[in-house]
């Protein structure tokens, strides 16, 4: 018995057909650093400057315009005749004075301060300008702040290159550079910043050791203003899509980790020991050195190898040692 064959089923020498693959979600781009950020819809997002006038100006036009209001609802009130005409001055004047009262157009700028302004949700512009200004009603003003400000971060423990667990902290300086993305582009950029520093801090210890680093090799230790420099840079590329300009970053902390602070402590001290006993010893061997050369030169006296063997021996031990040497007198007998 045969069974029925589907029209779209393949030949005996014929594959089936690879199954669809779905779609890949769609990636948002990524931007390089210092390009300005694109929103969903495809603008760009960066600051402009939105339209205000001197406050003082813009206010006479306010009491211009409220009395224009009042003086339309006044006289076609009392003008007693009715009509379209009455009517619609009558509502002319309701509407310039709810205008004018229910949503005043004049803001207040302080020095170092910015308002970004909204209208019906977008965004229109930033203003810049201090003191007292006349812009467009009915629109939302949300302060942001562009002065200069610091913050010192926690004290992280991490790893630095060579695995020893240390503790770091550093001052970070920025300042807002374009309103627009840190409102817009980020949630609440002033912690944004914070976690983004803490970040590029951990990065930036465990990429270089703490101290005795190889030759050429900068160090947490002994390279402070390198690794601040890159610190700096570092913070920057991560924080510039919030419109945040990094100003200067300084370590503020810098120590081993408590569980092996005392072994390093020892490590140190036994390499400062070595330091010394090496200086010591240079010294002496110059100090031996010209002795002999003098004796030898002025004919003091004459040494034999042996002697001179001696002599160095003693001198030797009477320069490099800790204690004080205790000279022994051959009288001869």
Known sequence: MSMPVHPSAPGPNMAWPAPSQPAPYPQPPRMAPGVPPVNQSGRVIAEKT???????????????????????????????????????????????????????????????????????GNYIGTIRATGLRLTFPFTSKRRVSVKVRNFETR?????????????????????????????????????????????????????????????????LRGATDLVAAELAQEVGERVDVAGVTILETRISSLSYAPEIASAMLQRQQAQAVLAARAKIVEGAVTMVESALDRLEREGIVELDNDRKATMVSNLLVVLCSDSRAMPTVNTGM
């Open 50 to 120: 939105a339209f205000s006038m001197p406050g003082l100006l813009g206010l006479v036009i306010l009491l211009a315009g409220l009395g224009f209001g009042v003086y339309q609802i006044v006289n076609s009130v009392n003008d007693g005749r009715g009509g379209v005409e009455v009517q619609t001055s009558v509502l002319v004047g309701v509407v310039v004075v709810c205008l004018i009262l229910g949503q005043s157009a004049l803001t207040i700028v302080q020095p170092g301060e910015t308002k970004v302004m909204q209208f019906l």
């Open 155 to 219: 004290e992280i423990k991490v790893n630095d290159s060579q695995g020893n667990p240390v503790v770091i902290g550093a001052i970070i300086v920025w300042q807002v550079s374009d309103t627009a993305q840190s409102v817009f582009q980020v949630e609440h950029y002033e912690q944004f910043v914070h976690v983004q520093a803490e970040a590029a801090l951990r990065h930036i210890a465990t990429i270089h050791p703490y101290d005795n680093g190889d030759e050429g090799e900068a160090t």
